[in-house]
């Protein structure tokens, strides 16, 4: 992971200054996350796990968090992992590089909008196709899927909370299509 | 509309204190709140409301629901908002509508067109198949033009539609389709069961056809006020969703269900905000289909005129609109249910003159309170003919058994032929129907998804059974206490009784389509023994009737013709959508801005700030050009080349796929999928490679730079990447799935500046920390990982224009301000912004080809003369077999070369085929074509790149490229134009 806390040179996200809400719905862009796709065989889960210090999930649509760090079962040799930049994330590559894996800083790849309120499951559901009712995809509950014509990463938070990724020039898109979802409910 | 004679004080459930206001082909009228235009034109005591579609004959409501044949209209808000071929029946009326019939000119009341109404006969089935066969020039110019205008109805709005649309994905349990008694309690037992419901009924209220029954108790409740506390309870329960105005049009595989609400069609002035359909796909776990059964009229002579209705629709607008539809009646039946219809309108004051009946047998109590209400019977009886042009004025009866012809007086006639189970969803679903012969219906019969058919849509016509059924399906039984129910006893199918009579008048199968009892006849006759060369022959069923009117007679006379049993002749196939749905309830929000996703990268904000002209690559938008005030395309396309060339030019090339390949094997997987060598690329060095499909043709290409031994960062094209990376993942999860090589797309962790020129170096080295970048330590063709204003990067020293070249990959959110300074340090140098022109321009200058531009999936490496890519010693790739295919090593294939115009001003058009005799007669031969042709500003002449048959052996050669007023002479030249000994590119 890159180590960027030397520099003070201006980052800027994607989706800076945006904000939407209605009376049941609130749409904002998520803040900076360090971010690593992890793929790996396995038998390497159990050293991987040593060193992520959280054991990655295993079944599919979950997720595991601890502290500042989440992981999400994307495939059955694919994660992401999702870390707040306070940790030390950037060391992971370091250590994982001795272990029989790939783990790539997509930190900058992806971008995260925060989907929350009454109406969220509404709202994505305007252009999502999953089941978001709390039997089918409880609170950790993650997934690969799609929002209108954009890949998108869903985790849920929260009971309405959601944690929405993209890929960077998808956000612009896939903020617009949440905010016209919100509008037309 | 207070002094309407046709509104009945007491009857409906519309106040009469809530007026608005609408226009019917002008004539401002005054309707009630909650009418639809159907019932409020006939309030107005207005029954022509349309010309029929190929007769032009005038045509009145038939129906009071969405299967309406005859009454469909253009109605509009305004100018935009303009929609042609609603049905007056399902549109609500709100303040401020204008309606407006349809085909018809110059008035509704006199038509031109009704004079193919006196020319009927030459409009019989199958007519243009038959009349427009010849002669062949006649169809571009007559026959095809007068065809296309008299085709369809209605006139589509001009303007672009300014209202928003919506969709919902939703999964529930159990969706309830209609909200008819049997609907109503399959929702509710589901419901209480815990169950997540949706419930959704096509109609502005749920309630079914039990809204119009007056008499009939449920446990001791009106049916109204049984309706109104179910629904009561069904809001209160938070696990169910309830949707009116919505239709459920299509059901497909794995229960998905696609319903259409109409969210504010019947608003007066909607939200802005508030969509005007909204889209639902429901995934249920279990389907309960209670979409009840629609009214058949009868086939008889003339039973299209205006103010002949189904019965059924005549108690409607009586008992929920409280609109008389005349105050004679007369009331033509096979069925119980139109008798119900027939006590309701004279309890309510309106003379009936006659049950004329078909049957022989009628149940006693209906007798009886025929007598009571002193009604004239008419059992075993038959219409013959109506008369009336605008509207009925008689209808004449006479015994089936023969007999003499009676004649009344009438102002509007109702029928009813019995009832037709709505099996169109079940059938949508795959379901088998069954054919009932007591009753002339299909029904359910065998089922493909986890669906139920409950209550009349199911045959089950009795009331309680149909709770009984409903209440089952929902999981748990209930039986209610009903009192008066209505039958639905008796029907008539096909036209029995009429077939002598009707073999040239105009006995109405498909009022929509003006199909007649004759033309089904015909087209038997004419050897169309299958129900589906039927319907296709004479268009019956076809449209928006999907068989809800017309498939039961259709099927019935066809059989009688063919002397066949009606399963034996079939029945046509139910498709979506049940009722039309808009263009833009498809679409919802998928327009304007949401109709594709735009990318952009993260510099792109700073060329639009500093002018750049964009140009879409895929999804992307790319700087395509940075025009200075005063320069057109050209001149700064010039500039931007020349100056970089000089000097230096900075260029975004964030939009290159880039795929990071990770894993021990990852160099056995480079070596699978590159044609070129990859063993002996030592860390920190890039090379060019290129990529085959299996067919040995060019696939992608791009630079790959080796960042340890177990590691590359792989690039690809702009539009390639997803491709690139699928095809990828494709051998390594079907092909090699042992292999320990992952790969991660990261196009977009990275944003990419190229700097390219004489002065790259020195523009970005104050940035540059932890790398050496002499060229002894850092050469062409080498990557460092180091940092650049303070920020982790991936330092490539390559180039696509032929000069010294680096491109700086940087974290994508950091990529502007990176650029930002760079830029400020090299501006005063005489550093220039170029675009994706420029960067094609250069490359072509040097030779450098672009997969899809220069070649086109039938180009080998071999043919774009980059041979040299293959591993002479490998032992496989992807493609090396198909390379070694007998036509791709033969002489004679269509190779890349350099073009150099005779007269160096002309700039040959790309796409330009290319002859090596330029007088030989026409159609010549062509022997290759122009792939990419630019002015270079710095040679002074126009270049072109060409795939040439043999082209590598024709260097020299002088070839022709004819033109529409002329043609150019060329001569055959390397695709090396600029420094061909390539020294600035090591500086």
């Known amino acids: ?185 | 509309m207070m002094g309407s004679s046709n509104r009945i004080p007491g009857k409906g459930n519309l106040s009469p204190a809530k007026t608005v206001s609408f226009t019917f082909d002008g004539r401002t009228l005054t309707a009630l709140e909650g009418d639809t235009l159907a019932s409020a034109l006939l309030a107005n005591g207005i029954h022509l409301t349309g010309r029929s579609f190929k007769y032009h004959r005038p045509r009145g409501i038939l129906t009071s629901g969405p299967e309406e044949p005859n009454a469909v209209m253009d109605i509009s808000r305004d100018k935009a908002r303009t929609q042609p071929n609603v049905r007056a029946s399902v549109q609500e009326v709100f303040d401020g509508l204008n309606a407006k019939s349809q085909n018809r000119w110059p008035s509704l009341e006199f038509d031109i067109g009704s004079i193919n109404n006196s020319m009927s006969r030459f409009f019989p089935a199958g007519f243009y198949y038959k009349t427009f066969k010849w002669p062949q020039s006649a169809w571009d110019k007559i026959y095809e033009p007068v065809i296309q205008k008299a085709a369809g109805l209605g006139v589509a709005p001009e303007e672009a539609d300014p209202d928003s649309y919506a969709n919902q994905f939703a999964h529930c349990q159990v969706l309830v389709v209609g909200s008819g008694a049997a609907g109503l309690t399959a929702a509710m037992v589901a419901a209480k069961s815990g169950k997540r419901v949706i419930l959704c009924d096509e109609r502005p209220e749920f309630g079914g056809s039990l809204l119009s029954e007056t008499q009939t108790t449920i446990d001791g409740l009106k049916a109204t006020e049984w309706i109104a506390q179910t629904l009561e309870e069904l809001h209160s329960l938070s696990n169910v969703i309830l949707l009116k105005r919505t239709t459920a049009f299509g059901y497909y595989a794995h229960n998905m269900i696609t319903l259409n609400e109409r969210v504010s069609d019947h608003l007066a002035a909607p939200h802005p905000d508030l969509p005007r359909e909204r889209l639902w796909q429901v995934r249920a776990d279990q389907v309960i289909l209670a979409t009840g059964a629609i009214e058949r009229q009868i086939v008889f002579p003339d039973n299209d005129r205006p103010a002949i209705m189904l019965a059924s629709a005549a108690r409607d607008y009586l008992n929920q609109h409280g609109v008389t539809p005349g105050h004679n009646i007369g009331v033509y039946t096979a069925c119980d249910s139109a008798w119900s219809a027939a006590f309701d309108l004279k309890e309510a004051g309106i003379e009936i003159v006659a049950i004329i009946d078909t049957r022989e047998d009628i149940d006693a109590e209906l007798l009886g309170r025929a007598n009571d209400l002193e009604i004239k019977i008419l059992k075993a009886h038959k219409v013959t003919a109506t008369t009336g042009y605008l509207r009925v004025k008689s209808v004449s009866v006479e015994p089936l058994s023969g007999g003499a012809r009676q004649k009344f007086e009438i102002d509007c006639l109702i029928m009813s032929g019995g009832w037709t189970p709505s099996v169109h969803l079940f059938s949508q679903s795959r379901g088998k129907l069954k054919f009932d012969e007591a009753n002339g219906r299909f029904i359910p019969d065998v089922y493909a998804q986890n669906c139920i058919c409950v209550g009349s849509c199911n045959g089950t016509d009795e009331l309680s059974d149909a709770i009984i059924e409903a209440s089952t399906a929902a999981g748990e039984k209930h039986q209610l206490d009903i009192e008066y129910a209505p039958s639905m006893d008796g029907h008539l199918i096909g036209s029995p009784h009429n077939i002598d009579s009707n073999r040239h008048s105009a006995s109405f199968v498909d009022f929509q389509n003006d199909v007649k009892a004759s033309d089904i006849r015909l087209a038997v006759q004419e050897g169309m023994h299958s129900i589906e060369h039927v319907k296709r022959y004479t268009t019956t069923g076809m449209a928006s009737d999907q068989g809800k009117m017309s498939n039961m007679h259709g099927l019935s006379i066809a059989a009688q013709v063919l002397n066949k049993d009606i399963p034996e002749v079939g029945l046509t196939t139910f498709r979506a959508p049940y009722t039309p749905v808009s263009f833009g309830s498809i679409a919802n929000h998928s327009r304007g801005e949401l109709f594709d996703p735009t990318r952009r990268t993260a510099i792109h904000s700073w060329a639009a700030e500093n002018g750049a002209v964009f140009e879409d690559v895929g999804n992307w938008k790319r700087a395509w050009y940075f025009p200075k005030a005063g320069e057109d395309m050209h001149a700064a396309v010039n500039r931007e080349c020349r100056t970089t060339r000089d000097i230096a030019g900075i260029f975004d090339a964030s939009t290159l796929g880039k795929i990071e390949a990770v894993g021990p094997d990852a160099v056995k997987f480079m070596n699978l999928m590159y044609t070129n060598p990859w063993d002996k690329l030592g860390v920190g060095r890039c090379r060019y490679g290129i990529m085959c499909r299996e067919d040995g043709y060019i696939y992608d290409d791009g630079v790959i730079a080796r960042l340890a031994e177990d590691r590359f960062h792989i690039t690809t094209t702009t539009g390639g990447a997803p491709r690139v990376l699928n095809m990828m993942e494709d051998y390594l999860q079907t092909e090699f799935p042992d292999w320990k090589v992952w790969l991660t797309s990261t196009s977009e962790q990275w944003a990419v500046i190229a700097v390219n020129g004489p002065k790259a170096r020195q523009i970005i080295e104050p940035f540059v920390e932890d790398i050496d970048l002499e060229p002894e330590a850092m050469p062409h063709m080498s990557v460092r990982e180091g940092k650049i204003c303070g920020i982790p990067c991936r330092l490539m020293r390559v180039s696509f224009t032929g000069e010294v070249g680096f491109e700086i990959n940087i974290p994508a959110d950091y990529g502007r301000s990176v650029w930002e300074a760079i830029y400020a340090h090299g501006h005063p140098m005489g550093l220039v912004p170029y675009g994706t022109e420029a960067m094609h321009v250069m490359r072509a200058e040097k030779g450098y080809i672009i997969v899809g531009q220069d070649t086109d999936g039938t180009v080998t490496p071999q043919d774009a003369g980059v041979g040299w890519a293959i591993g002479r010693k490998k032992t496989d790739f992807v493609g090396i077999r198909g390379l070694k295919r007998p036509d791709l090593i033969a002489e004679g294939r269509r190779q890349l070369v350099g073009l150099k115009t005779k007269n160096p001003k002309t700039v040959l058009e790309e796409g330009a085929q290319i002859v090596d005799d330029p007088n030989q007669s026409v159609p010549m031969k062509m022997i290759g074509f122009v792939t990419s042709s630019y002015w270079s500003e710095v040679l002074g002449q126009s270049i072109a790149l060409a795939v040439v048959e043999n082209g590598h052996s024709r260097l020299g050669e002088t070839l022709y490229v004819p033109m529409e007023n002329e043609t150019f002479e060329v001569e055959v030249t390397s695709t090396v134009f600029y420094d061909p000994a390539g020294e600035r590119i090591n500086g």
């Not at chain 1, 862009?29 to 159990?46: F, K, N, V, W």
């Not at chain 1, 609170?139 to 690969?144: K, L, P, Q």
């Open chain 1, 1 to 185: 992971m890159a180590d960027t806390s030397t520099s003070d040179l201006h980052r800027n996200h994607p989706l800076e200054n945006q904000l939407f809400a209605t009376g049941n719905v609130l749409i904002k862009p998520g803040h900076a996350l360090a971010r690593i796709s992890l793929r790996a065989a396995g038998d390497q889960i159990e050293e991987i796990n040593q060193v992520l210090s959280l054991d990655l999930p295993d079944s599919p649509k979950t997720s595991v968090a601890r502290d500042e760090r989440t992981a999400l079962w994307l495939g059955p040799d694919e994660w992401l992992i999702l870390d707040n930049l306070s940790s030390d994330l950037h060391e992971l590559p370091k250590n994982l590089a001795q272990m029989l894996c790939s783990a790539v800083d997509i930190s900058h790849r992806n971008t995260s909008i925060i989907v929350s309120g009454k109406g969220a499951v509404g709202v994505l559901n305007t252009g999502c196709p999953q089941n978001l009712s709390m039997e089918a995809f409880p609170v950790g509950a993650c997934s690969r899927t799609i929002l209108g014509k954009s890949e998108i990463i869903l985790l849920r938070i929260g009971t309405s909370t959601f944690h929405v990724e993209c890929w960077r020039s998808f956000s612009d898109y896939v903020w617009k299509y949440l905010v016209d979802g919100a509008k037309t409910l």
